[in-house]
């Protein structure tokens, strides 16, 4: 079994995926907008082109999305997405990558159980801890 986030957004979707892409590394392999839903008749004008699925394919692991119509969206709570990286300069990297623009919850450092940990809530409302532990 294992287990893949899905990810709801407010309208910026498409936005959130191709700087996630960027951050995390991967490819979207998959980006379809409501356009491309049948039938796309029934979806409004102003949604067409939001995004009802994405996929963005991280190796062993998959990140997914979509824009939730307005109606049912919720703002994200009660959960952080974790990233566990081998290499503290990645573990770094990707930290600093992803609060760009976003709200620093606890800075990145080391802990007593990592090198590494910080946590964050990134430009698109999404938390995020990132953590690289000691060797054992």
């Not at 979806?43 to 109606?71: F, N, T, Y």
Request: glycine share 6%; hydrophobic share 40%.
């Amino acid at each position: 079994m294992k287990i893949n986030p899905y990810l709801m957004f407010n309208g910026n979707c498409e936005a959130a995926f191709k700087f996630y892409e960027q951050c995390l590394g991967g490819k979207i392999v998959m980006m379809l907008t409501y356009r491309d839903a049948p039938p796309a008749e029934d979806i409004s004008a102003q949604w067409h082109d939001k995004i009802m699925h994405v996929c963005l394919d991280l190796g062993d692991r998959l990140l997914m999305g979509s824009d939730s119509p307005p109606e049912h969206f919720e703002t994200p709570q009660g959960f952080y997405v974790q990233i566990s990286v081998d290499e503290p300069a990645e573990a770094e990297r990707i930290f600093h990558a992803l609060a760009k623009n976003g709200k620093v919850k606890m800075p990145i450092n080391q802990t007593f159980w990592s090198v590494r940990f910080g946590m964050l809530v990134d430009q698109f409302g999404i938390p995020w801890m990132v953590n690289c532990e000691k060797a054992v």
